[in-house]
């Protein structure tokens, strides 16, 4: 086997040799890594060992030469003998015990029992056997132990899935809660919203009613601002001329010489001198009105007629002999600047 090894290679060589303590059989494992081997193949083959160990199964020992030297027989045998753990050669000894001729006879010789001994070995089998009854208890007990442990860890895991299971139910509720509230505040506001629009619509409704029932009525009055108009331009005798002819058919020189520091007024004469007509149609058992005091053209125009626009054009075509009467007894004023004296100094 060594002259096969060769120095440029890594080599592997298993091979049996006979124990030298127990004369068994062993197998060796060689490990040769030639010096001429280059690093690099050194290194790639390093880990090969327990490849080959492994295939090879069976190797009690594992030697690693690099030279003729490391593989010499004495030196292999020698680890194998220190590797084996025992000096003991079973050949060696088994030629003690050979048997060397007739034995003498075998004799018998009482023994008086010990009952100390006995109560030992009794004590000591009990010994044992409690012993081994405390040790089943102890693996009982143990056992039982690690069974409450495990309940134990069991109810911890189901009461903390339990309250995990809660929470998340509580803190889902609260969500939905939350989201119903935002529902329903978002619902109030739309409908608040909603009555407000209509409510402005109403409003902006009333006030276009209220607008077209204003416009209407401006309309109304103003045609009947016109009719009264056209009425008025379609009668015969205007009452204002009337007036300013009796004005200027009234005597100039009906001024009276006044007193000093007294005020004379010709309507206060005629009120105090009139006398009640009682062949009047109108009102017979009344008195006449008083006539009222009308300016001249020289104070402004004199006062619209007191009888209605509608009935100004039927009720000039007759005048009640009343009114004539009235006509008659009117005297025109004096002009202004004649009525007041400056009393002498």
Same mark, same amino acid.
Request: charged share 30%; proline share 8%.
């Given at each position: 086997?060594?002259?096969?090894?060769? #120095?440029?290679?890594?080599?592997?060589?298993?091979?049996?040799?006979?124990?030298?303590?127990?004369?068994?059989?062993?197998?060796?494992?060689?490990?040769?890594?030639?010096?001429?081997?280059?690093?690099?193949?050194?290194?790639?083959?390093?880990?090969?060992?327990?490849?080959?160990?492994?295939?090879?199964?069976?190797?009690?020992?594992?030697?690693? $030469?690099?030279?003729? =030297?490391?593989?010499?027989?004495?030196?292999?045998?020698?680890?194998?003998?220190?590797?084996?753990?025992?000096?003991?050669?079973?050949?060696?000894?088994?030629?003690?015990?050979?048997?060397?001729?007739?034995?003498?006879?075998?004799?018998?010789?009482?023994?008086?029992?010990?009952?100390?001994?006995?109560?030992?070995?009794?004590?000591?089998?009990?010994?044992?056997?409690?012993? =081994?009854?405390? %040790?089943?208890?102890?693996?009982?007990?143990?056992?039982?132990?690690?069974?409450?442990?495990?309940?134990?860890?069991?109810?911890?895991?189901?009461?903390?899935?339990?309250?995990?299971?809660?929470?998340?139910?509580?803190?889902?509720? $609260?969500?939905?809660?939350?989201? %119903?509230?935002?529902?329903?505040?978002?619902?109030?506001?739309?409908? =608040?919203?909603?009555?407000? =629009?209509?409510?402005?619509?109403?409003?902006?409704?009333?006030?276009?009613?209220?607008?077209?029932?204003?416009?209407?009525?401006?309309?109304?009055?103003?045609?009947?601002?016109?009719?009264?108009?056209?009425?008025? $331009?379609?009668?015969?005798?205007?009452?204002?001329?009337?007036?300013?002819?009796? %004005?200027?058919?009234?005597?100039?020189?009906?001024?009276?010489?006044?007193?000093?520091?007294?005020?004379?007024?010709?309507?206060?004469?005629?009120?105090?001198?009139?006398?009640? #007509?009682?062949?009047?149609?109108?009102?017979?058992?009344?008195?006449?009105?008083? $006539?009222?005091?009308?300016?001249?053209?020289?104070?402004?125009?004199?006062?619209?007629?007191?009888?209605?626009?509608?009935?100004?054009?039927?009720?000039?075509?007759?005048?009640?002999?009343?009114?004539?009467?009235?006509?008659?007894?009117?005297?025109?004023?004096?002009?202004?600047?004649?009525?007041?004296?400056?009393?002498?100094?």
């Amino acid at each position: 086997m060594v002259e096969e090894l060769n #120095s440029g290679k890594v080599m592997y060589a298993f091979c049996r040799v006979k124990d030298p303590n127990s004369g068994l059989p062993k197998y060796v494992l060689v490990n040769w890594t030639g010096e001429g081997v280059n690093d690099v193949r050194k290194g790639a083959c390093a880990n090969h060992v327990s490849t080959v160990a492994n295939f090879l199964k069976g190797a009690h020992v594992t030697i690693n $030469a690099r030279a003729e =030297e490391d593989v010499e027989p004495e030196l292999i045998m020698e680890k194998v003998a220190k590797a084996s753990g025992a000096n003991y050669n079973f050949h060696k000894e088994s030629s003690k015990f050979q048997d060397a001729g007739p034995q003498a006879p075998v004799g018998s010789v009482y023994q008086k029992t010990n009952a100390m001994s006995e109560i030992k070995r009794v004590n000591k089998d009990n010994f044992w056997a409690k012993a =081994e009854k405390d %040790e089943e208890n102890r693996r009982l007990e143990e056992k039982r132990r690690a069974e409450e442990e495990r309940q134990r860890l069991e109810r911890e895991r189901r009461e903390r899935e339990l309250q995990e299971a809660a929470g998340r139910e509580q803190r889902y509720k $609260a969500r939905s809660n939350e989201i %119903e509230a935002q529902k329903r505040l978002q619902q109030q506001q739309e409908a =608040e919203n909603r009555d407000k =629009e209509q409510q402005q619509w109403k409003e902006q409704a009333e006030e276009y009613e209220a607008r077209q029932r204003k416009g209407f009525k401006r309309s109304e009055s103003v045609e009947k601002a016109q009719e009264a108009a056209s009425l008025i $331009a379609q009668r015969a005798v205007n009452p204002r001329d009337i007036f300013k002819q009796r %004005e200027k058919s009234a005597p100039a020189d009906a001024v009276t010489p006044s007193q000093p520091g007294k005020l004379r007024s010709p309507f206060l004469q005629k009120e105090v001198n009139s006398v009640p #007509s009682a062949a009047s149609p109108v009102s017979p058992a009344r008195d006449a009105p008083p $006539a009222s005091f009308t300016p001249s053209s020289a104070w402004g125009t004199p006062p619209a007629s007191p009888v209605p626009a509608a009935g100004r054009d039927s009720g000039y075509n007759s005048v009640p002999a009343s009114h004539g009467e009235e006509a008659n007894l009117y005297e025109e004023p004096p002009d202004p600047s004649a009525i007041y004296e400056e009393p002498p100094q």
